[in-house]
């Protein structure tokens, strides 16, 4: 699977700083909004917002993994226990170990920036 076919499932959650405009995660969550996706913001070291996936009161499709690697593995760990099976790691979420992982626990998991796919696709389907 490629990156891009991601964005055809419409029920996303983006782990990261979601409330820091001025991290990539705030940046991606608004962006997958602003382009029609069901998308909820999931931070494990906030008090403000979800910290954990069980929260999310609907299917989640894809995972946008943008933490540092340690938290990932823990989410990712979450979301196999919640049959969630499709990650996208952005640049610096990603560790071998958190691959390895989803690796064996057949994660589809995608090292790419959902920025960059989304401007694709969407000139895609013009």
Same mark, same amino acid.
């Given at each position: 699977m490629e990156a891009q /076919?991601?964005? /055809?499932?419409?029920?996303?959650?983006?782990?990261? *700083?979601v409330l820091n405009e001025q991290k990539y995660a705030y940046r991606i969550l608004n962006t997958l909004k602003q382009s029609g996706f069901n998308v909820e913001g999931v931070n494990p070291n906030s008090g403000v917002i979800y910290n954990s996936l069980t929260q999310i009161n609907? =299917?989640? *499709?894809? %995972? *946008?993994?943008?933490?540092? &690697?340690?938290e990932g593995l823990k989410i990712? #760990? /979450?979301?196999?226990?919640?049959? %969630?099976? =499709?990650?996208?790691? #952005? &640049?610096g979420a990603e560790s071998e170990e958190l691959l390895s992982f989803c690796k064996e626990k057949g994660i589809i998991a995608i090292e790419g920036c959902v920025l960059v796919e989304l401007s694709?696709?969407?000139?895609?389907?013009?």
């Open positions: /076919e991601l964005l /055809e499932y419409r029920n996303w959650v983006v782990v990261g *700083d609907y =299917k989640i *499709d894809v %995972i *946008d993994l943008c933490i540092n &690697p340690i990712i #760990q /979450e979301a196999n226990l919640l049959s %969630i099976n =499709k990650i996208l790691i #952005q &640049p694709y696709y969407k000139r895609k389907k013009r």
